[in-house]
DNA sequence: CATGGGATTGACT
DNA sequence: GTCAATCCCATGC
């Protein structure tokens, strides 16, 4: 779970005509509280029990729709957390969307990620390799970077474990940015 | 069946 | 820095 949580930055999701990076994950198994999975097998987190490669969404506060890539066998509840893209294809898309105009507001959350590709709760245990969102290896032209590992954020249980994987350089990796990475980026433009 | 708490975001002081 | 919006579902009576 965390070899894929590492190896999903970098990798591109796809889904209704737009594209993104991930340039950040977050791990999450059962055997921690914060983990949906913590509390067993019922009807919210059966897909988190389910085969690997699917998606789970949820709702969050009400508003905002989580997208995870559920990993470990079958009977083993754990998933990545999809936080944070570097737009790609669709941009123009993702700004009907999303309302907003600058590239690295477009996707860099988890909620604005799912806004941004027009992923809804539908999508809920669909598969990642020939479902309607789409998985895909890292384009050849995606250059190496660093990963920093940090605490995840936003969650009160379990909150020391450094299940965070931020991809430096990237200015849509969501805030609060870990230590390191504004030392990573380009500063942003005068003007 | 009623209640409470979020794996967040955007607007505002 | 603070705060409200708002839906799903786990839990407890």
């Known amino acids: 779970m965390l070899e894929v949580a590492r190896a999903l930055v970098g990798c591109v999701v796809r889904h209704d005509g737009c594209a993104g990076a991930i340039v950040e994950t977050e791990a999450y198994h059962q055997s921690e509280a914060a983990c949906h999975a913590h509390v067993g097998l019922t009807p ?3 897909i988190l029990f389910g085969p690997p490669g699917r998606a789970y969404v949820y709702r969050s506060y009400g508003i905002h729709a ?31 969307r999303r309302g907003l105009e600058r590239r690295e507001d477009l996707c860099s959350g988890p909620g604005k990620l799912t806004q941004a590709l027009g992923i809804e709760l539908d999508l809920n245990g ?3 390799a020939g479902g309607p969102i789409a998985i895909e290896p890292p384009p050849p032209d ?3 970077s660093d990963l920093i590992e940090s ?28 230590p390191g990475l504004r030392d990573t980026v380009a500063p942003r433009a005068l003007g």
């Open 151 to 178: 605490p995840r954020i936003g969650i009160t249980k379990a909150a020391e474990l450094p299940w965070r994987f931020s991809a430096a350089g990237f200015r849509s990796v969501s805030r609060p940015w870990p």
């Open 44 to 46: 919210r987190t059966h």
């Open 126 to 128: 669909s598969d990642l």
């Open 66 to 96: 989580m997208l995870n890539a559920v990993c470990e066998p079958e009977g083993v509840g754990a998933a990545v957390l999809i936080r944070a893209l570097e737009p790609l294809e669709g941009l123009e898309r993702m700004r009907e």
């Open 142 to 144: 995606w250059p190496a």
